[in-house]
């Protein structure tokens, strides 16, 4: 099964298309990009791993409701960057849909969930399946905890790979995520919303087992991911 994260490949060819028209939006264009990289990862890992399976975010996102901080910070540059939103994700939806419609690709979008929930379901549930991942998101590698999931980055065009995935999640769980808007486990949900400093997660302690200097409060949350 090859699970392709088709709002980073659809956002990640639109980008290119502004950038070589000069701002000016094409959809003809874009609809030809996206389609020709999803024809072009079919051909790539069809042999090995099967036939395609489109994944995306719904347009609301369970975390948000959460964790009403969760990527703020994109939604604020958005606004100051000076390109038509409205009109970029109206050409995208608009092309999901077509895809869905009228081409044979197996498309899955979850009213609540985004891209990365639908592929972390299909590896759970699909263990005795070669899977391949195709996307940039280094939030997949804890997925490489499966034996029979690998990533494949567009960004690089280089497997992702080389990384402990067990480690990885926990060390993502304390140290958060700027991008997400999600910061470290020592500093407040809205640090980032406010433009406060991090409360660093240095100190001499180090936690055996764990490749990075932690305090004793962090500590104590690695050892609750033990379960993980």
Not at 8 to 15: P, R
Not at 61 to 78: A, D, I, T
Not at 173 to 195: A, C, E, Q, R, W
Request: proline share 4%.
């Amino acid at each position: 099964m090859i699970l392709v994260d088709m709002n980073q490949i659809s956002l990640a060819s639109l980008m290119m298309h502004l950038h070589m028209n000069k701002g000016e939006l094409d959809d003809e264009m874009v609809r030809h990009m996206i389609l020709n990289s999803v024809r072009m990862y079919r051909t790539m890992f069809n042999e090995d791993y099967g036939e395609i399976v489109l994944t995306y975010d719904s347009r609301a996102y369970w975390r948000r409701e959460v964790f009403p901080q969760y990527k703020h910070s994109r939604r604020k540059g958005r606004e100051s960057d000076g390109k038509d939103w409205d009109s970029i994700f109206g050409v995208l939806n608009q092309i999901k849909d077509e895809i869905k419609e009228f081409l044979p690709y197996k498309v899955v979008e979850t009213y609540g969930a985004e891209a990365d929930d639908v592929i972390a379901t299909l590896c759970k549930h699909y263990q005795s399946e070669k899977i391949m991942i195709v996307s940039g998101d280094k939030d997949f590698i804890q997925l490489q905890k499966y034996d029979n999931v690998r990533q494949y980055s567009p960004i690089t065009k280089k497997h992702v790979n080389g990384v402990d995935a067990v480690v990885y999640i926990k060390e993502h769980i304390l140290k958060g995520d700027k991008s997400d808007g999600i910061p470290n486990v020592l500093s407040p949900d809205h640090t980032f919303t406010d433009d406060l400093r991090q409360r660093p997660l240095t100190s001499g302690n180090e936690f055996q087992g764990y490749p990075s200097p932690y305090p004793i409060g962090a500590v104590a949350i690695i050892e609750s991911l033990d379960s993980l």
